[in-house]
C-alpha cells in the first residue's frame, strides 16, 4: 500500500489572531484536497483553538508546534499536550529552533515524544545537523544520537505514530539548499537505524520528511528522493499560492508513483 504524502506548513511565531484565521481562509481557497496527501498546519499555540473551529477537518490537520511534556500542574506559562487534545493531531517536537534557542535536549525530546503518544498525538521528532557538525563530518552521528535520544521511550507498537524530519539547521531559513544527494544519505540512515532499533515493518512504514529552505520551484527535488514521504515548510508556508502549489506537486508525484507500480505490475 502506497503512503500518504504529509505536506506540513510551520508558521512558527508569525500572524496574530486574525492574521491568522485570514490566512487560514485564503489557504482554504487554493489547497486542494487529495485522498493520497495529509496537510497539517502548525500554527502558534494561542491562535490553535480558533483556527480549530473555523478550519476544514477533510482539508487540513492541525499541529502544535511545541508542548510541554507533563500533563497537568504547576508549570507557569506552559501548555500540556493534553490539553490540546481534540485540537491538534500531530506536533512538533525537537525543532530545531527549540533545541537551539529554547535549549531543548533530547531528554526533553524524549519526553515530548513520550508525552505526544500517551495523549494520541503523533509527534513529528525534527532532527538535523548543523553546519559545523556538517563541515567536521559528523552529520551521521548526530542524526543518529538525535533519533536514538528522541525515542527511548517508543515500543516497538507505537514507532509507526511517530513521524521522522530530516532538518538540516544549516538549510533552516537560510535559502541553503540540501542536495538530493544530501537527503538521500541522511533518510537511509534514518531508516536503517529505525530498522536496527523496531525492526523491518516499522522502517519502511514510519514516514520520514525533509524540511529546510523548501520552496515552489524546489519541492519536486525532495519528493523525488527515495524514500521520502513529504515536506516541513517554514517560510514558504505563510505563501498560499507558494504553500498550495507545493501540495499539487506532492499530488501529482503520487499519481506519477501509482501509474509506475501499475506499470510494473502489467
Ligand atoms: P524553512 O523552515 O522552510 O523556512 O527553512 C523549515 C522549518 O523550520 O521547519
Known amino acids: 500500500m502506497m503512503k500518504k504524502k504529509l505536506v506540513i506548513g510551520n508558521w512558527k511565531m508569525n500572524l496574530n489572531m486574525h492574521e491568522s484565521s485570514i490566512f487560514l481562509h485564503n489557504l482554504s481557497e487554493k489547497v486542494k484536497v487529495h485522498r493520497d496527501i495529509d496537510v497539517i498546519l502548525a500554527p502558534s499555540t494561542f491562535t490553535l483553538q480558533s483556527l480549530s473551529l473555523q478550519v476544514n477537518h477533510h482539508q487540513f490537520k492541525l499541529a502544535a508546534q511545541n508542548f510541554y511534556w507533563r500533563d497537568q500542574g504547576a508549570f507557569t506559562g506552559e501548555v500540556s499536550v493534553s490539553q490540546l487534545r481534540g485540537?491538534?493531531?500531530?506536533?512538533l517536537v525537537g525543532h530545531?529552533?527549540?533545541r537551539n534557542?529554547?535549549?531543548?535536549t533530547d531528554k526533553d525530546v524524549r519526553a515530548k515524544v513520550a508525552a505526544a503518544i500517551r495523549n494520541n498525538i503523533r509527534?513529528?521528532?525534527?532532527i538535523g545537523e548543523n553546519s559545523d557538525e556538517r563541515n567536521y563530518g559528523e552529520a551521521?552521528?548526530?542524526?543518529?544520537d538525535q533519533l536514538i535520544g528522541g525515542l527511548a521511550n517508543v515500543s516497538s507498537e507505537d514507532i509507526e505514530k511517530v513521524v521522522i524530519a530530516y532538518e538540516p539547521v544549516w538549510a533552516i531559513g537560510t535559502g541553503e539548499h540540501a542536495s538530493a544527494e544530501d537527503v538521500k544519505r541522511s533518510v537511509r540512515i534514518i531508516r536503517s537505524l529505525i530498522r536496527?532499533?523496531?525492526?523491518?515493518?516499522?522502517?519502511s512504514d514510519v514516514r520520514i520528511l525533509y524540511g529546510g529552505s523548501v520552496n515552489l520551484s524546489n519541492a519536486d527535488v525532495y519528493l523525488n528522493v527515495d524514500n521520502v514521504d513529504g515536506?516541513?515548510?517554514g517560510g514558504a508556508s505563510l505563501d498560499a499560492y507558494q504553500f498550495s502549489g507545493i501540495v499539487e506537486?506532492?499530488?501529482f508525484m503520487q499519481l506519477e508513483e501509482t501509474k509506475r507500480r501499475i506499470d510494473e505490475r502489467l
Not at 485540537?87 to 506536533?91: F, H
Not at 534557542?101 to 531543548?104: D, L, S
Not at 509527534?123 to 525534527?126: A, G, N, S, T, V
Open 87 to 91: 485540537i491538534v493531531q500531530y506536533a
Open 96 to 98: 530545531s529552533e527549540r
Open 101 to 104: 534557542i529554547f535549549g531543548e
Open 123 to 126: 509527534p513529528i521528532l525534527c
Open 140 to 144: 551521521n552521528l548526530v542524526i543518529s
Open 196 to 203: 536496527t532499533l523496531f525492526g523491518q515493518e516499522a522502517a
Open 231 to 233: 515536506l516541513l515548510i
Open 249 to 251: 506537486k506532492a499530488h
